[in-house]
């Protein structure tokens, strides 16, 4: 009996990710679920738009990823970027469904998770997001554990970002990256960041104040054939960030929220990032913006010194 043929993944890159890839170009991937689930149009599509741009200014290419139609898209030009920013109703893909939104011809956006597999199927090194997932609060009977945590162990892609989300049990998350083996690095700080805070009260197990020593201790796990992600958190700047002990007064009030209108799963993170939103008077989204944008920076920045051998 014939086998049928092996199907090939249908991945497409832009053209700009293309010509980056073709010459050997610095490219820093980013993810898209913070322009369909983050935060509503024009907005949304405006602070896509000023990420990119960062990450060209500073040298290196951006790779925005998304399935669209059951196609991986690799960067995404102008036009399929406003479609996106435009879409109702996109999945929010993680490990779990990423294969099944390609199958089932689906559109998608894609989480930390995977974003990752994506840069790495596409031989991105680079990956700068907001926040990560975590071990949540109460975790010891929900079990609720994002699979970002596990696709860092295993996923060889460096991701930047301003710490896990403040709504999770921050250390209980280092413990499991710990015992995962995943390094993480704060940036230019010994205290690791709780995303719209510089200060999460914890001391960093890491810290390295250069793109290039970051772009330096990888080479020497990749010397060491230590595979596996590596989490850099940059903390947001001071003049955006919301001290810990405010937004911890608000985060108590979403999570008790959250608690009475029975939410679970992945509706829980976009439940309280909304209900942060309107009690911090809008405050926490500008904080998310401008902790974006200073992510994308320094990934762009750790590109390209990964890039200068």
């Not at 510089?198 to 250069?210: E, F, Q, V």
């Not at 939410?263 to 976009?270: E, Q």
């Amino acid at each position: 009996m014939t086998k049928p043929a092996s199907p090939s993944l249908p991945m497409e890159y832009s053209d700009e990710v293309a010509a980056a890839k073709a010459r050997g170009a610095p490219i820093v991937a980013l993810e898209s679920t913070i322009i369909t689930h983050g935060m509503p149009y024009p907005g949304n599509l405006n602070m896509a738009r000023s990420v990119e741009t960062i990450i060209r200014e500073q040298g290196a290419v951006p790779a925005t990823i998304a399935v669209i139609h059951g196609v991986l898209h690799i960067g995404l030009d102008e036009a399929k970027l406003e479609a996106l920013a435009k879409t109702q109703g996109a999945m929010k893909l993680s490990r779990a469904d990423l294969a099944y939104a390609i199958a089932e011809r689906r559109t998608g956006a894609t989480t930390v998770a995977a974003t990752m597999i994506a840069a790495a199927r596409a031989g991105i090194d680079v990956f700068a997001t907001g926040g990560i997932g975590g071990v949540h609060r109460g975790a010891e009977e929900s079990f609720d554990i994002s699979a970002d945590l596990d696709e860092l162990a295993r996923t060889g892609v460096i991701v930047v970002c301003a710490g896990a989300k403040a709504i999770l049990d921050i250390p209980k998350t280092l413990e499991v990256l710990e015992t995962r083996g995943v390094p993480v690095v704060t940036y230019d700080s010994e205290i690791f960041p709780a995303f719209w805070s510089r200060d999460s009260g914890i001391k960093s197990p890491l810290m390295l104040n250069s793109p290039a020593a970051i772009a330096n201790f990888q080479r020497m796990r990749d010397l060491l054939g230590i595979d596996g992600g590596m989490l850099v958190a940059n903390p947001v700047p001071e003049e955006s960030e919301i001290p810990r002990e405010e937004m911890e007064i608000y985060i108590t009030r979403a999570l008790d929220n959250a608690a009475s209108d029975g939410i679970s799963g992945k509706a829980v993170t976009p439940y309280l990032l909304d209900n942060l939103y309107h009690m911090t008077e809008g405050r926490s989204l500008e904080t998310n913006i401008a902790l974006v944008e200073n992510n994308a920076r320094l990934a762009a920045e750790i590109a390209v010194a990964l890039a200068a051998k």
